[in-house]
């Protein structure tokens, strides 16, 4: 039972029409510790039971049993509890030591399958930093719901259809080459892409070559398919490169054209129920009453939407996976799409559509500058990660010259550090990339939350001291249950990132366990030989071991040396 929990039900001893549930929502963590650990506030109970909030805390702290307590006070319309520094301490750091792996773990899921979409480059393009935070979101976010006992499944709905690879196609007959490709694949096609958009506007027809080798696709073209292949193929191959790095791992790559050989059955059942309508030579659905625009499922020239294949997606997923989520980590930009799916989707009547939730994040940009495909000024993802690894390199050669696995290190740390720069912003705001900040063992980055574990492993191992089961875990100081208590959150922290789908909660979360513990390093000599420096140890174990797990979650390595 957590502290919140004790408390309500203390309270529910003298507020019997009140449950403990309700009780537990309303308590609240001062924000200075000399106002306790936890207060209570009456305002809500004035109305109903006639008093002023000061008299119904005073009455309430004498009817109350507070022997559980070091003390409970009243401060104004406030009850403040005073936890029993000791035991409730002792209980905490029992918990991390004894199972830390599983440490803040709730059983919210009940193993319920969750699929997440994230990450979905497009075939025959690199990945660019634009893909990074899709695919580190939607990474992080099935860690944490596998932390809360969902079951994710994580797919990589690659971007391998559409009328995008007709116009890669028709450049690729005017003006590619075999040879050059096979020397630099995924760039020499990224070039002639680049060439045939940006020519388009002088060229219309250009547009009209790529829509027609689309529909030659569709219509099983040989040579075509052949093409699609091999494209797929070599990007496939790219992209696995970056996801090693990253270590990322899917349990589907089926990408658009997967779903493409599957739409007849949902054509067919927007038939049957009349939902389809032709308008101007295509046909759609009509979602007026929804105040959203139609849904567009058969062009005028007979070739499919993207639409038409997320719908028949869904249902696929939802046939295979039997989920209890269904997320799509995608841009914030897709906000009114997403709307137009489950719109889609409750109209054809599946009861289901609703866990359906569009994961939406915001853009990101290098130095200020933004990113486009179409014109050519991208950043590869897998060259920023070789440079921040590069970086992470001289800083720790230049700290630690004498560190056994130093190249291991500089790419756990490297990687790390574009991660957690990604990750420490709430999924929905804008990010801006600088390297040289983001690699910095100072400040709020990653390096600094990895040196910082890197240092509570290199105290433990001074100290000498492992098994903490013989330890008096109470003797823990004023100092001590700062920490202890604020890895008492631990399990709120990961319940909040899941509930809200926002990994920086996480990130934030170990920023701040690592800065109180350096200035607790700063003020503290722990090493001292006195009755509680096995005590001080344990806390520095369970420090170490909280970090860990946290950046685990955000898909990032924490070195036991830097």
Do not use: C
Not at 493 to 500: F, K, L, P
């Amino acid at each position: 039972m957590n502290e919140q929990a004790q408390i309500a039900m203390t309270l529910q001893t003298v507020l019997p029409e009140l449950s403990v549930a309700e009780i537990e929502s309303k308590i609240e963590r001062p924000k200075d510790s000399n106002n306790g650990d936890f207060a209570f506030p009456t305002f809500f109970l004035a109305k109903q039971l006639h008093q002023a909030p000061q008299a119904i805390a005073a009455d309430l702290i004498a009817k109350l049993d507070t022997s559980k307590y070091e003390k409970v006070v009243q401060a104004g319309p406030y009850i403040n509890f005073y936890m029993n520094q000791g035991q409730v301490g002792a209980d905490i750091l029992k918990a991390i030591l004894a199972d830390p792996a599983n440490y803040g773990r709730r059983d919210l899921g009940h193993n319920a399958p969750a699929s997440v979409e994230f990450s979905s480059p497009n075939i025959a393009k690199p990945m660019g930093m634009g893909h990074l935070r899709s695919t580190m979101i939607g990474e992080s976010i099935a860690r944490i719901l596998e932390k809360e006992h969902y079951k994710p499944i994580r797919i990589d709905y690659l971007g391998d259809w559409g009328t995008q690879f007709g116009k890669m196609m028709a450049a690729y007959k005017m003006w590619g080459s075999e040879e050059e490709v096979a020397k630099d694949p995924i760039n020499v096609l990224l070039s002639y892409y680049v060439r045939i958009s940006r020519e388009a506007d002088e060229h219309p027809e250009y547009d009209d070559m790529g829509r027609e080798w689309f529909a030659k696709l569709e219509h099983g073209d040989e040579e075509a398919w052949q093409l699609w292949r091999w494209f797929r193929s070599i990007s496939l191959e790219r992209f696995q490169r970056v996801y090693k790095m990253l270590d990322v791992n899917f349990d589907s790559f089926n990408g658009e054209a997967f779903s493409a050989q599957k739409m007849g059955e949902s054509i067919q059942l927007l038939r049957d129920k009349k939902l389809l309508k032709k308008s101007q030579g295509a046909e759609i659905v009509d979602l007026e009453k929804y105040d959203l625009p139609p849904l567009l499922i058969i062009k005028s020239n007979g070739t499919s939407t993207y639409i038409t294949r997320d719908i028949a997606t869904a249902l696929y997923r939802k046939r295979m996976f039997g989920h209890a989520k269904s997320l799509y980590v995608v841009g914030a930009e897709q906000e009114a799409y997403f709307n137009q799916l489950k719109a889609g989707l409750k109209e054809m009547g599946f009861n289901w559509y609703d866990q359906i939730e569009h994961i939406s994040f915001g853009l990101m940009s290098i130095n200020g500058q933004k990113m486009s495909t179409r014109k050519g000024n991208t950043v590869s993802l897998e060259d920023v990660l070789n440079d921040s690894i590069d970086l992470a390199r001289q800083q720790i050669a230049e700290k630690n010259p004498d560190l056994a696995n130093a190249d291991e290190v500089a790419k756990q740390v490297g990687v790390g550090a574009v991660i957690f720069h990604d990750l420490k912003n709430n999924r929905r705001n804008a990010v801006d990339f600088n390297l040289d900040e983001v690699v910095k063992f100072e400040g709020e980055t990653g390096p600094y939350v990895q040196y910082s574990r890197a240092r509570a492993e290199s105290i433990l191992r001074k100290g000498g001291l492992r098994d903490f089961s013989q330890v008096d875990l109470t003797k823990i100081g004023a100092e001590e249950w700062e920490l202890v208590s604020f890895m008492g959150r631990f399990a709120d922290v990961i319940q909040r990132a899941a509930d809200n789908y926002d990994p920086s909660v996480i990130a934030k979360f170990a920023l701040e366990l690592a800065k109180r513990f350096n200035r607790y390093y700063a003020h503290t000599r722990i090493l001292v030989d006195d009755e509680q420096r096995d005590a001080r140890l344990a806390v520095v174990q369970a420090i170490s071991h909280v970090l860990k797990y946290a950046l685990l979650m955000l898909d990032i390595k924490a070195p036991d040396e830097m």
